[in-house]
């Protein structure tokens, strides 16, 4: 049986609040004239990192702290080459829009905002300590290019799932045999045994998610997978999974 071996990285452990280093870089350095969403400002750091987890918006967030003493928190959301197309992206957020009052603008004016507060040097990357290196199975999660997707879908979607595995090698041995086949996400839940969730496809009705199961595999059909609302995945992945949120590209807020 194949050996996957790769070296263990650490990120060393800060009390500050982390927000995606990718997305900071892309919000930092596009173009001036796009836009982007102001969701809104907060005094308190804390209620800036609840907003971002609650909503699952974490990857396409920028938070960050102004004013004199730093005293305020702004959370940002998105980079759109169009008002339209982040007037799109606006419509999407119907608990935010309940809670706060976001609103749309040019990318120039928020970049100007952190600027005048705090300085970016996007040749800096997040320095990781290399500890060992060591054999290892599997991971969490193998996300089959889809993990974003799924867990950004809104909640009114639909979602296949497509088995329940037993076991690690149950994993590779999906993954192997379907990754260049199909999109699809596999995510560990369970309290006293581990188990692990394959889902694919996001569709706006059943009958949409219906027709994809007659084009799967007759291998697939064979698990007997079933046409679900995506928000109880969703919840479900979120229940065993809370500590996995942006662990790979995590940045201080300054």
């Known amino acids: 049986m194949a050996i996957w071996t790769w070296i263990v990285i650490k990120i060393k452990k800060v009390k500050?609040?982390?927000?995606?280093?990718?997305?900071?870089?892309?919000?930092?350095?596009?173009?001036?004239?796009?836009?982007?969403?102001?969701?809104?400002?907060?005094?308190?750091?804390?209620?800036?990192?609840?907003?971002?987890?609650?909503?699952?918006?974490?990857?396409?967030?920028?938070?960050?702290?102004?004013?004199?003493?730093?005293?305020?928190?702004?959370?940002?959301?998105?980079?759109?080459?169009s008002y339209d197309e982040a007037n799109d992206a606006l419509e999407k957020l119907d608990n935010i829009k309940e809670k706060y009052e976001p609103i749309i603008e040019l990318l120039d004016s928020k970049q100007k905002l952190y600027y005048k507060y705090n300085t970016y040097n996007p040749l800096v990357e997040i320095k990781k300590e290399v500890i060992k290196e060591e054999p290892k199975v599997v991971t969490n999660e193998v996300e089959g290019d889809f993990k974003e997707t799924f867990l950004n879908a809104p909640a009114n979607t639909f979602s296949i799932n497509l088995a329940t595995l037993l076991d690690e090698v149950s994993v590779r041995r999906f993954e192997k045999r379907y990754k260049n086949k199909i999109k699809f996400f596999i995510f560990k839940f369970g309290a006293d045994t581990t188990y692990y969730?394959?889902?694919?496809?996001?569709?706006?009705?059943?009958?949409?998610?219906?027709?994809?199961?007659?084009?799967?595999?007759d291998r697939l059909k064979q698990n007997k997978p079933r046409v679900e609302n995506v928000q109880i995945k969703q919840k479900l992945y979120f229940k065993y999974n809370k500590n996995n949120i942006e662990q790979d590209n995590i940045v201080e807020v300054e």
């Open 16 to 81: 500050k609040f982390k927000t995606d280093a990718i997305f900071k870089k892309k919000f930092l350095t596009s173009d001036k004239n796009n836009y982007t969403i102001n969701i809104s400002s907060f005094s308190s750091i804390d209620e800036a990192k609840k907003l971002i987890i609650d909503e699952k918006i974490v990857k396409n967030s920028f938070v960050f702290n102004y004013g004199d003493e730093k005293e305020w928190t702004k959370v940002m959301y998105g980079v759109f080459t």
């Open 197 to 217: 969730k394959v889902m694919t496809g996001v569709f706006n009705s059943k009958s949409e998610a219906y027709d994809s199961i007659e084009n799967l595999d």
